[in-house]
């Protein structure tokens, strides 16, 4: 039929069907769309996933046990060696003695 009146005018004279163009247009927008996000749901499930997989993971105990034996280690007193005069200090302290050791040898040096 198109043939007929194509060869008969030499050109088409039926319009182009707008509503159908329209409708397939925002069918692809729509489907577009939900596959972006999808796809941006996923990403962010990846993400959350490798997030808790790598920072919040629970630690094994042995971990556990490792950090609070240098938490111990770090914050408590202890004599060492009584003969020779070794003692362990909390590091806070230590530092904060180093600290101002070193500013009185600054002072006496100027």
Do not use: C, W
């Not at 009146?5 to 163009?21: H, Q, R």
């Not at 997030?51 to 007193?77: C, F, G």
């Amino acid at each position: 039929m198109i043939k007929k009146s194509v060869e008969k005018n030499g050109y088409e004279k039926k319009d182009v069907k707008v509503f159908a163009i329209i409708g397939y247009a925002a069918t692809i927008i729509a489907f577009l769309v939900v596959v972006i996000i999808f796809l941006n749901d996923y990403f962010i499930a990846a993400k959350e996933e490798m997030v808790y997989n790598v920072y919040l993971k629970p630690e094994s105990s042995e971990i556990r046990d490792i950090r609070a034996r240098e938490t111990e280690i770090l914050t408590t007193y202890k004599v060492l060696n009584a003969d020779l005069g070794i003692y362990r200090i909390p590091i806070d302290l230590a530092m904060q003695l180093l600290a101002e050791e070193h500013f009185q040898d600054r002072i006496k040096v100027r």
